[in-house]
């Protein structure tokens, strides 16, 4: 007998998916979006090598911060949830790589050191939902990286999220089924995603819900530069061409400028 779906998701969100999320994810080509990123950090003439700092934010398990450390930079991940980080830690012992992960919110941080650059990968900054929180953690972004480094982030767009491209289920015979339902509220601007999930593995099944905002290309471009980027650059995902209207993830790269003396 399967246990009872959980009625309501806990603060949060990831907690209850976090042991299973890998698999979840296990199509997911890690390797290939650190070579994008690479790419992206290369065309704004700055790389991303072994020795570089980088700080991956919103890090869930760990699995671009891993595949960073392994190329030899030295990485710090930063995620609100800490059942994620404890899986993160696994990975990172299991594969004998080091890397730093830190629980914390990208609204409220500080680091003691300066990264060369950072990383927020796989619409992360869609779920602060907040206008406010979201300029804050653009500022402690700033903070936390040296003059001339690189953030590099991606989001889903209005156009996304406003086609309900969340709601969808898994194949058969997956590590992991889910049926995920979203509806969007205009006026809001919040995707609310009901997510089912069961585990074959373990017999069990629960429901959460995830929220997301849409943020128009023009209001990140403002947070940004009132956080102290400049060179802000936006990219159609995967690609090094810029996005159109039925683009559904874009990738955006921005400087840090001289904080002001």
Not at 85 to 113: G, H, P, T, W, Y
Request: charged share 25%; proline share 5%.
């Amino acid at each position: 007998m399967k246990r009872p779906a959980s009625r309501t998701a806990p603060a949060d969100s990831f907690a209850l998916i976090a042991p299973h999320y890998d698999a979840l994810m296990a199509t997911v080509p890690y390797a290939r979006w650190a070579d994008y990123v690479s790419q992206l950090a290369a065309l704004s003439q700055r790389l991303i090598s072994p020795g570089t700092s980088l700080l991956d934010l919103a890090t869930g398990t760990g699995s671009v911060a891993l595949e960073f450390a392994a190329r030899g930079c030295t990485v710090v991940g930063i995620d609100l949830s800490e059942p994620m980080l404890v899986e993160a830690r696994r990975k990172a012992q299991e594969r004998q790589l080091k890397a730093e992960f830190i629980c914390s919110d990208l609204a409220d941080f500080r680091m003691s050191a300066t990264f060369d650059h950072g990383i927020c990968l796989y619409d992360s900054l869609n779920y602060i939902t907040d206008p406010d929180s979201l300029k804050r953690a653009f500022a402690n972004i700033r903070t936390a990286l040296e003059t001339g480094g690189l953030l590099i982030f991606d989001v889903n767009t209005v156009h996304a999220l406003e086609a309900e491209l969340f709601t969808q289920r898994s194949i058969e015979g997956a590590a992991v089924r889910y049926d995920w339902v979203s509806k969007y509220d205009p006026k809001a601007r919040i995707s609310s995603i009901k997510m089912h999930f069961e585990i074959p593995t373990d017999d069990r099944e629960f429901t959460v819900v995830h929220r997301q905002r849409a943020y128009t290309d023009a209001e990140l471009r403002s947070f940004m530069h009132h956080a102290g980027f400049t060179d802000i650059r936006s990219y159609d995902a995967y690609q090094i061409s810029p996005p159109t209207p039925m683009s559904d993830r874009v990738f955006y790269v921005a400087r840090a400028v001289e904080r002001k003396k």
